[in-house]
């Protein structure tokens, strides 16, 4: 059973497109006061499963408004923006963060999309960004965030406490419609490689629909397919390894290509400027994939320790996503425990760059690998407790 996408656009008058993957139907006025939108992913009968072999077992439905919108389409012709005015969304996590310090390097007006949350975000706005109150599961907050904004580099995820849908489908759709409303004239949109290939992962399969509504949405946009961030190795085998504390792996085949997050906001930037990028679909990768073994003995050899691991074995991640898919309050874990489906193939999350390279105009030895990265962080850590140990010995007392 195929997937049909129908987007309504609401105000008085109407037009309609239809696309192969889509049907989509959008109504504009000349006049009007209020702009809103539904977003279904639904089952559809009438078109044939070789078309788009996926399946969808759930109705998502997203409906935002809008007030002051007197226009469904492009706002244009109105008050020019600046090219180098930004909204970045998911500014406070592990790639956005780099994605604000690149921007704000390079001489950009970073804006960022912030949840209200109980510890403020003031390293951005000591960075010397402007940092605005909203949130994706909250659609009204959205477009008030887009005013006077060129380009928006869309890099949020939901919280792990959170249903995958709430932000990764619905508020992902409303953002693109607002954005598409109000003229946005750049979007960049970061997704997963390979998630055009598991379905059977709600995070990747979303990540897939949310591309195809951006490619059919008409805005200016690039998709960028990432494998895996070095900065995630830290907190899951540096710090235990040297805190002497339980590593937790799998015994997994499956290969990850990390990439610095560095690296990946200097490659956007590049590809931003470059206007023989727009409407493509890229994969940034490592240099080199990685299993989880390998990544583990890297870090030990670095340390100069042995570290402590336990291996969950994959069948387990399976049998636990089962158990909580029966019951309503445990469906989000089951959702996250998807992954250990990839898990179980011998999949690679990498993919050849130097064509990449060759269109960005980079050289594949400013890449930085993951030993590089890591031999980086073994020996500033390793020197500060040495200095703390140091430290610690000295006994004098002075009155």
């Known amino acids: 059973m195929a997937l049909r996408f129908p987007t309504q656009l609401v105000t008085r008058g109407a037009v309609h497109h ?28 009438l078109v044939s499963s070789t078309a788009l072999p996926r399946k969808c077992h ?7 408004s809008a007030s002051g919108t007197s226009q469904a389409m492009n706002l244009a012709p109105g008050t020019p923006v600046r090219p180098t005015s930004i909204l970045v969304v998911g500014a406070t996590g592990t790639l956005g963060r780099q994605i604000v310090r690149r921007a704000l390097d390079e001489g950009y007006d970073v804006r960022c999309l912030v949840r209200p949350r109980p510890a403020p975000a003031d390293f951005l706005r000591d960075w010397g960004a402007t940092v605005v109150n909203a949130d994706l599961s909250k659609l009204e907050t959205i477009p008030a965030t887009l005013v006077g904004i ?21 508020g992902k759709v409303a953002l693109i419609q607002c954005a598409k409303a109000m003229g ?9 490689h390979n998630c055009d290939k598991h379905p059977e992962v709600p995070l990747m399969e979303i990540k897939y629909c949310t591309e195809k509504f951006l490619q059919d949405s008409g805005l200016n946009h690039i998709i960028i397919r990432l494998c895996g961030f070095m900065q995630g190795l830290i907190g899951q085998y540096a710090v235990p390894i040297l805190e002497e504390k339980s590593v937790w792996g799998t015994d997994a085949p499956t290969r990850i ?53 336990t291996t969950v074995p994959v069948y387990i991640l399976r049998l636990t996503r089962q158990l909580t898919r029966f019951f309503e309050w445990t469906n989000d874990v089951a959702d996250r425990l998807a992954f250990s489906e990839v898990l179980t193939s011998d999949t690679v999350f990498s993919v050849p760059m130097a064509e990449t390279y060759n269109l960005l105009g980079v050289d594949s030895k400013d890449i930085v690998t993951l030993e590089m990265y890591l031999q980086d962080y ?9 200095d703390l140990k140091a430290q610690s010995k000295q006994t004098d007392i002075y009155f």
């Open 257 to 309: 290509a990390y990439m610095d997050t560095q690296d990946i906001a200097r490659l956007t930037f590049i590809g931003l400027r470059n206007e023989n990028i727009n409407g493509k679909l890229l994969t940034f990768a490592g240099p080199r994939a990685w299993t989880t073994q390998e990544v583990i003995t890297l870090c030990e050899r670095l340390a100069g320790q042995d570290a402590n691991v």
């Open 184 to 192: 946005i004239q750049k979007y960049i949109f970061y997704s997963i």
């Open 58 to 64: 759930v109705q998502w439905t997203v409906k935002c």
């Open 378 to 386: 073994f020996t500033n850590i390793l020197k500060k407790l040495k």
């Open 150 to 170: 060129h380009t928006v580099i869309d890099c949020a995820t939901g919280r792990p406490e959170e249903p995958i849908k709430t932000v990764d489908w619905e």
């Open 18 to 45: 239809n696309h192969d993957h889509a049907k989509t139907t959008t109504t504009t006025a000349a006049t009007g006061s209020s702009l809103s939108w539904r977003r279904t992913l639904i089952p559809d009968p």
